[in-house]
């Protein structure tokens, strides 16, 4: 189980609670939610005007709504802001997105009471799920439409997916038969749950606790490929990176070390060789690996800096009774976040691809062509290349920055957004395909080795032999089931 406080959830914790792990709200953090939803009862006793408490939103914002019609206020505000379109959230993002905003409103600056925030979670531990559209959000005002499909099912409104299948059911009927009743909002309630960039924050955090595993695996598959090659270690001489002291590359580095140890049976067969130096996509491996590394820790501390920051406007202070207008919702920084790791996949994948031409072309290796002793009657690794092309030229459309454009809306109120879902659900495609990318080198380098004949360094045994495990020696067969394997190894691995 998982502990929600506002403060301390991270990527792989986020992740589990994607998975299906349940999620149990901290004492104190609740008690910082009543606290702080006391500031809102005393403004609207003492008749103070507050935007989003007692006003319209955005270019309504002048507008005063009688205390009569608060709660309907806040409920035409979820209603209205409930426009997604496209295809719905798979049900693992959809966990992500409820558990992030919970986290988000534990914080206690949102002005809401502790009643939805034990709905939503108790949603999330018997699997009430709200059928979320993925499009719709430009990330500012924060992830407005999304946010409000998941407030709908809290009110008993809108789509819900069934307990089984794939199919959908009415909210309140959802609600209805997991013992669950819904919700009625107060004043700033409705306002609290859709106010905030939780799509963006959620998804670009599952990415993350996906890469967290994918790039240093791809080291370990860029050097099983450096020995079907028979390539050098002498890049990965520590005197070398220290004269460039990036952290990513020092990492990269000593995991190539780590990896392929002093030597191995396929180094000691070519130590003698003319070649005085690899080609790029071996030789630089610390280098692009590195910088991937790096990018990967910077831009997954914002995320999880955003995932336990209040994201809400207005804020509400419990320690001076004071509301604040701000721009905490402002989708950008997890937008360039998820911007700069499609960047990092397309990279990776980029000098993946490179290593798989060397291994499939006799003019760059020692190696029989595509992999297969049989040329011609047999082709071998031939398409699994050209997939490998194919999806590192989607990775590389995947990677422009959606975070550079900016269509302002709400009367232009809204004048500069982040567009940072976009950029999210773009960066979940791009690990996906990377991940691929990375299968397909890793088969090609397993039958490298075989042909190669001689062991690898004792280091990269693991990976071997669970890629061995899972793919026979080749012969012609078709080649989709083994990419299949050889990726479901490596999340073995």
Not at 45 to 59: D, M, S
Request: proline fraction near 7%.
């Amino acid at each position: 189980m998982i502990h929600l406080d506002g403060r301390s959830l991270t990527a792989p914790a986020l992740a589990r609670i994607a998975a299906g792990e349940a999620v149990a709200l901290d004492p104190e953090a609740l008690a910082r939610v009543a606290e702080n939803r006391g500031v809102i009862d005393r403004i609207l006793v003492e008749g103070r005007t507050v935007y989003g408490v007692n006003t319209g939103f955005g270019q309504f914002a002048t507008v005063v709504i009688p205390p009569d019609q608060l709660r309907q206020l806040q409920l035409n505000l979820v209603r209205s802001h409930a426009a997604g379109v496209g295809e719905p959230l798979p049900r693992p993002q959809t966990r992500a997105l409820m558990a992030a905003r919970i986290n988000c409103l534990l914080k206690g600056f949102s002005g809401i009471r502790p009643e939805p925030l034990h709905l939503l979670a108790e949603c999330l531990n018997r699997d009430v799920l709200p059928v979320v559209p993925c499009q719709g959000s430009v990330g500012a005002s924060g992830d407005l439409a999304p946010l409000a499909h998941v407030a709908l099912l809290l009110v008993g409104e809108g789509e819900a997916w069934a307990a089984s299948g794939p199919g959908t059911r009415p909210g309140g009927e959802a609600l209805r038969a997991a013992g669950l009743a819904p919700v009625v909002l107060e004043a700033k309630e409705g306002l609290a749950l859709i106010n905030g960039t939780q799509l963006i924050t959620a998804l670009g955090c599952l990415a993350v606790a996906e890469l967290r595993r994918l790039v240093p695996q791809a080291e370990a598959i860029a050097a099983l490929s450096l020995e079907a090659l028979r390539g050098s270690r002498a890049a990965f001489d520590p005197r070398i990176h220290d004269a460039r002291p990036h952290p990513g590359q020092l990492a990269a580095a000593a995991r190539m070390r780590e990896l392929l140890g002093e030597t191995s049976a396929i180094a000691e067969s070519h130590k003698d060789c003319h070649r005085v130096q690899d080609a790029y996509s071996l030789r630089c491996i610390p280098q692009v690996h590195g910088v991937a590394r790096d990018a990967l820790d910077f831009a997954g501390a914002i995320l999880e800096r955003e995932l336990n920051s209040a994201t809400d406007n207005p804020m509400i202070f419990t320690e001076t009774n004071e509301s604040r207008s701000g721009g905490n919702f402002h989708g950008q920084y997890p937008a360039f976040a998820c911007d700069l790791l499609a960047i990092a996949c397309a990279d990776l994948a980029s000098i993946s691809e490179r290593r798989q031409e060397r291994m499939v072309n006799p003019a760059y290796s020692d190696l029989p062509a595509f992999l297969t002793t049989r040329g011609g009657l047999e082709s071998g690794f031939m398409m699994a290349h050209v997939t490998s092309a194919a999806l590192v030229s989607e990775l590389k459309g995947l990677a422009h920055p959606a975070s550079v454009d900016s269509i302002p809306t709400s009367a232009g109120k809204e004048d500069h957004v982040s567009m940072g879902p976009i950029a999210a659900r773009k960066l979940l495609r791009a690990v996906d395909g990377l991940e691929n990318v990375l299968a397909i080198e890793a088969r090609m380098a397993l039958e490298g080795v075989r042909l190669v004949g001689l062991a690898p360094a004792p280091g990269l045994q693991p990976l071997l032999e669970k890629l061995a495990a899972a793919c026979p020696p080749w012969e012609d067969r078709p080649m989709a089931p083994e990419i299949e394997a050889s990726r479901r190894a490596l999340r073995e691995a």
